[in-house]
């Protein structure tokens, strides 16, 4: 625990002043020499270990004050406790972002959320920020070799193009480093993507990175790191490696390559680093502690997250929907744009099956969509520590990587088709509703039968794709619902009876299919918003508040 020297009560880091202080008798103080004074140096420190008896999450303090509520999963309890030790880290950046400043940057997000719960905006919940330092593996590699970088330059004459290609060698002899992986399965990958990146060197006041004392953590929580940096050597070897071709790229341009050759100016390729020339010699892994505040906020079953960068102010945040204050939103709205189509938009049959068609594929898209969110953030694909974690054994993050890669192919071609059928919608757009605006009835409907014949294969193809990712009773009856009324609108623009009413009551049918299936999509995009509740086994966590 960090004591004062003076009177032996708990001591906590000052972020405004980034001292050590006392907050009984005054006492102030470098952390370093708090460091230096207390003779730290051991591989391990002594901290309480609280234990959620709701998700199973624990986190660990070097204070006696009683835990009331778990970050984790938001729960309001008395967690369990228990003294443990934990394994020291090898630096720390401290917080530069004091709670105000944190509240002030996710009130400001919070603004433009118009419809996110009043809970989000509550400054009592909004007071539950914490302070919480994230495990990060700070990876080094060292190059030794020769890179080739090559280039080529091109002179015209008449209708022919000639080219020189070149080759230029850089010895190497370098270190790519700084490389920062989350080292914490409960911290998702892609919150840390979302709120770097961390400065580990500023201009002004030099290297943020600190020796590790206890100081610097006390006041606020510390996860455990339980990642080991093997999971990310094959990502930290490519990113390295993308890094030395840079870098190489970049000294051939300083030596000024046009005034050697004096044949125009130099085109250079994009580098690839042949490792038969140079290979990293050495890896380096150090244990560096990230400062973030991190707030939860339970909603219905399921929890979301904001998260404020302590170093930057960078903020994140998972926003949920208030369904209510949506839905009044659409009436309020509804009723002057009724007005102004009345005054600007002569409905015609044509035009109101048209709009019906239209409107129906792009709810399908929208649902399609995020329930592709949804499965992607509940699996996570791309959050390594998580499925290291449930896999339970060590694998390689090329194995892993391979796995996430395959998933995201699926996803890519699925996206793919939203694409496309979102051009087709617009190109329908383009060629359908100016003549519509304009009151003209189409009286041919070989147009509007090819259209809305591609707008259902798309759809069914679609559907087709989405059944396999996933088997629910209320998917199909989604699907079976829209694909069903866009294929009336393909029959009747087929058939092109000339009863109105027909028109009438498919477009009605499909507004009311429209209607419920919004409710869907913001059903969908709630959880694509939120998370599952945790559940852990054994988890660590370092709670110095």
């Not at 500023?202 to 999971?231: C, H, M, N």
């Not at 194995?399 to 329908?428: C, G, H, Y």
Request: include cysteine.
């Amino acid at each position: 625990m960090s004591r004062c020297p003076n009177c032996g009560a708990n001591a906590r880091f000052d972020i405004a002043s980034q001292k050590l202080v006392c907050d009984w008798c005054g006492m102030s103080m470098d952390p370093r020499d708090y460091q230096e004074k207390t003779g730290a140096g051991k591989d391990t420190y002594e901290v309480n270990v609280y234990r959620c008896p709701v998700c199973g999450g624990e986190l660990s303090s070097t204070d006696e004050a009683a835990t009331e509520f778990c970050s984790y999963c938001g729960a309001t309890v008395v967690l369990d406790k228990r003294l443990d030790q934990e394994r020291r880290p090898d630096q720390v950046i401290p917080f530069q972002v004091t709670k105000e400043e944190c509240k002030a940057a996710y009130g400001s997000l919070m603004k433009k959320a118009f419809f996110a719960p009043s809970d989000l905006k509550d400054p009592k919940h909004i007071d539950s920020f914490r302070g919480i330092y994230i495990p990060y593996h700070s990876i080094d590699c060292n190059y030794q070799g020769t890179v080739g970088v090559q280039g080529y330059t091109s002179q015209t004459h008449g209708n022919t193009i000639y080219k020189d290609h070149y080759r230029f060698d850089v010895d190497v002899d370098a270190v790519s480093g700084g490389h920062l992986h989350d080292a914490s399965s409960f911290f998702d990958d892609r919150i840390g993507r979302k709120v770097a990146p961390f400065d580990v060197m500023d201009r002004e006041r030099g290297w943020q990175e600190k020796p590790f004392s206890t100081a610097y953590i006390s006041g606020f929580y510390a996860d455990t790191p339980d990642v080991p940096p093997e999971l990310y050597y094959d990502m930290t070897r490519a990113e390295a490696d993308a890094d030395v071709c840079e870098a190489a790229t970049e000294t051939v341009k300083r030596t000024n390559p046009e005034q050697l050759l004096q044949n125009g100016k130099v085109t250079y390729e994009d580098p690839v680093l042949q490792h038969s020339y140079v290979r990293p010699t050495s890896v380096h892994t150090r244990t560096v502690m990230m400062p973030l505040w991190f707030l939860s906020y339970r909603f219905k079953d399921r929890v979301a997250y904001a998260c404020v960068n302590g170093q930057t102010g960078k903020v994140f945040a998972d926003i949920p929907i208030d369904t209510r204050k949506m839905l009044i939103s659409s009436l309020v709205l509804a009723v002057p744009i009724f007005f102004l189509l009345e005054c600007f938009l002569t409905m015609t049959p044509w035009a109101t099956l048209t709009f019906a068609s239209i409107g129906v594929s792009l709810t399908l898209i929208l649902y399609e969509v995020f329930l592709w969110l949804v499965k992607k953030r509940d699996e996570h694909a791309d959050d390594y520590g998580y499925l290291y974690r449930e896999n339970g054994v060590l694998k390689t993050s090329r194995a892993v990587r391979t796995k996430t890669e395959k998933d995201n192919q699926r996803r890519d071609s699925l996206k793919s088709l939203f694409r496309a059928r979102t051009i087709m919608t617009l190109v329908m757009l383009m060629i359908f509703v100016p003549p519509i605006l304009s009151g003209i009835n189409f009286n041919k409907a070989s147009q509007s039968t090819v259209w809305i014949l591609i707008f259902l294969a798309v759809s069914i193809v679609t559907a087709a794709l989405g059944i396999k990712r996933q088997k629910t009773k209320d998917h199909y009856w989604i699907l079976g619902i829209m694909l069903g009324i866009q294929l009336v609108c393909f029959l009747i623009a087929k058939w092109h009876p000339i009863q109105d009413f027909l028109y009438y009551l498919c477009a009605i049918a499909a507004f009311g299919a429209i209607l419920y299936a919004e409710f869907r999509i913001l059903k969908e995009y709630n959880l694509a918003s939120t998370r599952k509740m945790p559940q852990f086994e054994r988890r660590g966590g370092d709670d110095q508040a």
